[in-house]
């Protein structure tokens, strides 16, 4: 079959088209056609971008490819009860267009990279090696680093480009011509090699379309840089992509400014104090929980000390310690059963929680069996736990009075 003639090489700009249709596939089992035209304005997926969307013959594009020169569109088929168009057949003359918000993205976005691309050559001798422009993400493969000034420097000398508004233009140089000319090039290209060139700053081999003038890219902006094996990874957006993602950024620091009453100019700064801040009062309420615990454990040492009795002819069994706390993080909780473990006592336990949640518990004993009181609210509260003689762990849901009741 003949290589489909390419209308957006001449005529980056244009919508609509019509075309002879050459040859047509279906493709029952997913619903789509396949269509070969004599000549197109869908650009196919080519060079590392997403190819073109659109309409043709009244049918949604879905995918454009290119094989040795010849264009094969994708249409997705409608469903028979909805008024279905008819798949053209060849021969017929069939009108096509383009989706234009996507195809001008698209060309900001490559004529971007060529400014970039074209600079660190030109500034640091660096080839861009691999580019993908995707409806997602825009990425260029620079085969070298940059520090972040340098980052900063290469983003503003590209906007300097567009600011100048240079033009860019596009030629197919004869064998001659191109002996004789310095151009990028991503790989080895057979026949005729179309050489795009933005004065001033870049001369590259590439096939897709491009905007006319640099001042059509409005902006270009380097969002994230990734460390690679022999250079790094630039993500980059050009365009009405840029403006809206800068327009996203800017509402979600305006939220926070709001959030947290601290000027947008130095945000940073004020969150930074801010996460300062909670640092140490973090830290205060930990010291004033460690304080509270060791009041508390102070008063049941207090309390526990008639545990014994008063005579000591006759002394009285062990008392135990079931104590409740509601807000005691689990490792107070562990030193609070550490240090009643301490006193003379048969059992020392320590519940966290309430009623309506349930409790959390630590049973510890140093003179009898951890797991009888364990055992007994398993059977009778249907807690869950278990553990060693000397310590148990699990977690109840009951009332603090059914536990009480229970174990005292
Ligand atoms: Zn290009």
Same mark, same amino acid.
């Given at each position: 079959m003949t290589e489909t003639i390419?209308?957006?090489?001449?005529?980056?700009?244009?919508?609509?088209?019509?075309?002879?249709?050459?040859?047509?596939?279906?493709?029952?089992?997913?619903?789509?056609?396949?269509?070969?035209?004599?000549?197109?304005?869908?650009?196919?997926?080519?060079?590392?971008?997403?190819?073109?969307?659109?309409?043709?013959?009244?049918?949604?594009?879905?995918?454009?490819?290119?094989h040795d020169g010849v264009i094969t569109h994708t249409v997705r088929l409608m469903a028979e009860e909805s008024g279905s168009t008819p798949l053209p057949k060849a021969g017929d003359t069939v009108s096509g267009q383009i989706d234009w918000e996507h195809?001008?993205?698209?060309?900001?976005?490559?004529?971007?990279?060529?400014?970039?691309?074209?600079?660190?050559?030109?500034?640091?001798?660096?080839?861009?090696?691999?580019?993908?422009?995707?409806?997602?993400?825009?990425?260029?493969?620079?085969?070298?680093?940059?520090?972040?000034?340098?980052?900063?420097?290469?983003?503003?000398?590209?906007?300097?480009?567009?600011?100048?508004?240079?033009?860019?233009?596009?030629?197919?140089?004869?064998?001659?011509?191109?002996?004789?000319?310095?151009?990028?090039?991503?790989?080895?290209?057979?026949?005729?090699?179309?050489?795009?060139?933005?004065?001033?700053?870049?001369?590259? &081999?590439?096939?897709?379309?491009?905007?006319? *003038?640099? %001042?059509?890219?409005? =902006? #270009?902006?380097?969002?994230?840089?990734?460390r690679t094996k022999n250079g790094m990874r630039l993500f980059i957006l050009c365009g009405a992509r840029a403006l809206k993602l800068m327009q996203e950024r800017q509402l979600q620091a305006e939220r926070i400014s709001r959030l947290t009453s601290l000027p947008q100019e130095n945000i940073a700064d004020g969150v930074e104090k801010l996460l300062s801040e909670i640092a140490e009062l973090k830290n205060a309420l930990r010291e004033g929980e460690q304080r509270y615990v060791d009041m508390r454990l102070a008063q049941l040492r207090c309390a526990g000390s008639d545990n014994s009795g008063d005579s000591s002819k006759d002394p009285a069994p062990l008392k135990s310690f079931w104590v409740f706390e509601e807000n005691l993080s689990p490792l107070l909780a562990r030193y609070m059963?550490?240090?009643?473990?301490?006193?003379?006592?048969?059992? &020392?336990?320590?519940?966290?929680?309430?009623? *309506?949640? %349930?409790?959390?518990? =630590? #049973?510890?004993?140093?003179?009898?069996?951890?797991?009888?009181?364990?055992?007994?609210?398993?059977?009778?509260?249907?807690?869950?736990?278990g553990g060693k003689p000397e310590m148990v762990q699990g977690s109840v849901k009951a009332t603090r009075e059914q536990i009480e009741g229970l174990l005292s």
């Open positions: 390419r209308l957006f090489d001449k005529d980056p700009y244009g919508v609509l088209f019509t075309a002879e249709v050459l040859d047509v596939r279906t493709l029952e089992e997913k619903g789509a056609a396949q269509i070969i035209l004599d000549r197109t304005l869908f650009f196919p997926e080519e060079g590392g971008q997403t190819p073109d969307r659109g309409v043709l013959a009244g049918l949604d594009v879905t995918d454009v490819q290119i195809r001008y993205s698209n060309m900001q976005n490559h004529t971007g990279e060529h400014i970039l691309s074209g600079l660190m050559h030109t500034l640091y001798g660096y080839e861009n090696v691999g580019f993908h422009l995707s409806d997602n993400t825009v990425t260029l493969d620079p085969s070298g680093r940059l520090d972040d000034e340098q980052l900063l420097d290469l983003e503003r000398r590209a906007n300097e480009v567009v600011w100048k508004n240079v033009p860019v233009t596009a030629s197919w140089p004869s064998d001659e011509e191109l002996a004789n000319m310095e151009y990028r090039s991503k790989k080895e290209i057979e026949g005729a090699v179309r050489i795009v060139i933005i004065e001033g700053v870049d001369v590259c &081999a590439c096939c897709a379309p491009h905007v006319k *003038r640099t %001042g059509e890219i409005g =902006l #270009i902006k380097i969002l994230s840089v990734e059963m550490n240090e009643l473990c301490r006193e003379k006592c048969r059992f &020392a336990g320590v519940f966290t929680g309430n009623d *309506r949640d %349930g409790w959390q518990y =630590l #049973i510890g004993s140093r003179v009898d069996d951890a797991r009888i009181p364990n055992a007994a609210m398993k059977e009778n509260l249907s807690a869950r736990g």
